[in-house]
């Protein structure tokens, strides 16, 4: 019976089984939750029972959750006997995570929603000792390109901290749709959140699907998605992307932009219609960021920052009067001053700002937050520059890009990213002293849905390569994919009970393929040499800077 000892993800950081013996767990079992578990307690019987058919009623004997402030705060230490099963933790969120192992000591029936088998449902006994090395193990979900609804965002919420991940980014606005509310901006919704068709596959290929796109969450379907996620150890880390990849808003409110008066994007790529930079674009984006800090109670809120074509305001007379005032050498400076106007902003609200790598460009503003994506050597760059950093390479992590070279992947764009690589992942760049080692608070996983309409294809592109992930962020430097391997089968058992669409090992189906949708795969030498350029504002002028497609 201890075989589901060796098969777990993330790999514990010391596990210890016991010659014999196992805990039983049936109708009988009690729960017993000390001081400020109750909620996890909660969420213990409400996973388990349907499917165990065991209520885990109140009291001493058989499951006890306990604080001990001797543990680190994330970590937690899991004892089963053949008597009691004991899940101690640093915090209540060390407990959570310690509850997700004893799920998958369980035969993997017991994960689904009712009852498919028997029993006994056998525990073997073990001790368990697990920390995390990270406090920043997130995952992007972009619900701009394509919504998703308020129900498979909480499913993904439950996946993710399955896995011990413990922060959810949410990409909710870019060019082609607006997600969420803004007092006062009734269009935002009504028109931004809409688009009346998409592309198919990658933009070169200038084909689309003829088909209405869009949705967007209310006030109350965000409180949900943040509760939802609280009662899990997840924080929500919302974005709203400005001043590029604003086309939705401008088109919604054409005061906003340079002079554009046209519809929400329809195809992939970046737009050049960004917010201009007078006294009304900063009030519209306070707002936006006075709404966010109503709505979601974490520390960082995310402006984006990325990809913003400075081409509109080299002939708008709002940008010229901008940069004569603020004494800026030219546009190229705006980006620059409009990032500290909202960090500023923010900081009054007691809150971070938190946005991609290219806001270093020039100097980020203090006490910012960088999601370093372009490649590995803005992590560094932000880490010597004195910034905290979550690392997101696109070469590592960006679970978007086709995962094998079989032409039965779907959509295949970008360079290949295999399960390997991305359990090769390591956030923290070599080079660094250890000062600026810790600057980098963890990493993210990325997942970009331009090539992904539906839950079903989510699931595809994003398992089991986020199990990898998971395992990087996680455990310690040393890691073992040929140990993962091994263990990864017997985990998918577990995703298939919890109905995920991942990607079989042994590749495509004949139904992944997207025929009607093709991609644009990319060498990963060519990757790394555009990279090179687009980090040139890193190294020089802010006007070497330039975005990059994916699509």
Known sequence: MIEPLTNLIPQPAGLLAADDGFFVLDAGTALDAGPGLDSIAAGLRASLGPATGCELRGGSGGILLSLDTRIPADAYELVVTPGRISVEGGSPAGVFHGTQTLRQLLPPATLRRARVAEGPWRIPACRITDVPRFAWRGVMLDVARHFMPVADVLRFIDLAAFHKLNVLHLHLTDDQGWRIEVPGRPRLTSVGAWRPESMLGARGHERFDGRPHGGFYTDDDLREIVAYAAARFVTVVPEVDMPGHMQAAIAAYPELGNGF??????????????????????????????????????????????????????????????????????????????????????????????????????????GSVIAAWRGVEPTAYAARAGHHVVACPDTSVYLDYRQSDDPGEPTPVGTRLTLDEVYAFEPVPDGLTPEQAALVLGGQANVWTEHMESTRRVDYQVFPRL?????????????????????????????????????????????????????????????????????????????????????
């Open 261 to 366: 008066a046209g519809p929400v994007r329809t195809s992939w790529g970046i737009s050049s219609h960004v917010l201009n930079v007078g006294d009304e674009a900063l009030d519209f984006c306070r707002d936006v960021l006075d709404h966010l800090c109503d709505l979601f109670p974490g520390e960082v809120i995310g402006i984006g920052g990325d990809e913003c074509p400075a081409t509109e305001w080299q002939d708008s007379p709002v940008a010229e009067a901008r940069v004569k005032e603020a004494g800026l050498q030219g546009p190229h400076e705006l980006q620059r001053w409009f990032t500290e106007q909202l960090a500023g902003h923010l900081a009054k609200r007691g809150r971070r700002l938190y946005g991609w790598d290219e806001i270093l460009a020039g100097g980020a503003p203090q």
């Open 467 to 551: 199990c990898a992930f998971a395992e990087a962020v996680w455990g310690p430097v040393e890691r073992d994919f040929a140990g993962f391997s091994a263990r990864l089968p017997a985990h998918l058992a577990r995703l298939d009970a919890l109905g995920v669409n991942y990607r079989p090992l042994t590749g495509p189906r004949p139904w992944d393929g997207r025929p009607d949708a093709p991609g644009n795969p990319r060498t990963r030498a060519d990757r790394l040499a555009e990279l090179h350029e687009m980090t040139a504002a890193l190294r020089g002028p802010a006007t070497a800077l330039r975005g990059a497609d994916r699509s």
